[in-house]
């Protein structure tokens, strides 16, 4: 992997409670996005980084809000966990240097009760 | 807006025999197409992608794919399917030009490799 780490790995939560990933990278990539990845869906966008404090939205952002104070952090926080929120949510990294080519994260398997 | 769609969510094949994954795109102008390889529990890894020049890419582990326009797919295939070749397999697509991350996925086709 390239220097993308997710934490944590595995989280179960319940309904209503706040939930924040993290998503911290050694690359130095400009760009970082969230996506989750769900049975017959593929991987959808939730949110999008170019650059510290420069966010947008992606496909599926509702209920989902970012923050990248710094480079290296990306995180994903769902205010008001739902149980529609269950899924695996995957980090992703690219940079003009590499073009064209994203590099993902591990992914966070998220379960909410 | 742009879409993908591959057919069949699940593929089975003997080891030795062809791989072929299917996609097609929708898109107004020829995107960057990209397909990635999922192994259980674990992140995609890209297998190869589709920028400009030549329409056969090769990739990695023996896999290639071809960008026909006319037809709007970009189909990967293997000659030679091996068990560890058992995994699920994305094709996605980007705008052209953007910085390489914000993709469009397919739904994903599991390969099964059976010996």
């Known amino acids: 992997d390239a220097g993308i780490t997710q934490s944590p790995r595995h989280k179960v939560t319940e309904t209503g409670t706040p939930v924040t990933l993290r998503c911290h990278q050694t690359?130095?990539?400009?760009?970082m996005y969230w996506y989750r990845q769900d049975p017959g869906h593929g991987l959808r966008l939730i949110h999008y980084s170019y650059g510290v404090k420069d966010t947008d939205k992606g496909e599926v952002s509702d209920g989902y809000s970012v923050s990248r104070s710094k480079t290296e952090d990306f995180l994903l926080t769902l205010e008001s966990a739902t149980s529609s929120q269950t899924s695996v949510y995957f980090c992703?990294?690219?940079?003009?240097?590499?073009?064209?080519?994203?590099?993902f994260g591990q992914g966070t398997r998220l379960t909410v009760v | 807006a742009q879409s993908v769609t591959q057919l069949g969510s699940h593929v089975s094949v003997s080891e030795g025999a062809l791989v072929l994954l299917r996609c097609n795109y929708s898109?107004?102008?020829?995107?960057?197409l990209f397909w990635y390889v999922q192994y259980p529990n674990q992140g995609l890894q890209l297998l190869l992608k589709y920028t400009t020049g030549a329409t056969l890419v090769k990739g990695i582990n023996g896999f290639e794919a071809e960008f026909k326009k006319s037809e709007t797919s970009f189909h990967l295939t293997k000659p030679s399917a091996h068990m560890s070749d058992a995994a699920e397999y994305f094709c996605?697509?980007?705008?052209?030009?953007?910085?390489?991350?914000?993709?469009?996925f397919g739904q994903g086709t599991e390969l099964s490799v059976k010996p």
């Open positions: 898109s107004s102008v020829p995107p960057y």
């Open positions: 992703a990294i690219s940079d003009l240097r590499e073009v064209n080519e994203a590099f």
């Open positions: 996605a697509v980007s705008d052209r030009g953007n910085q390489g991350g914000k993709l469009i």
């Open positions: 690359e130095n990539h400009r760009y």
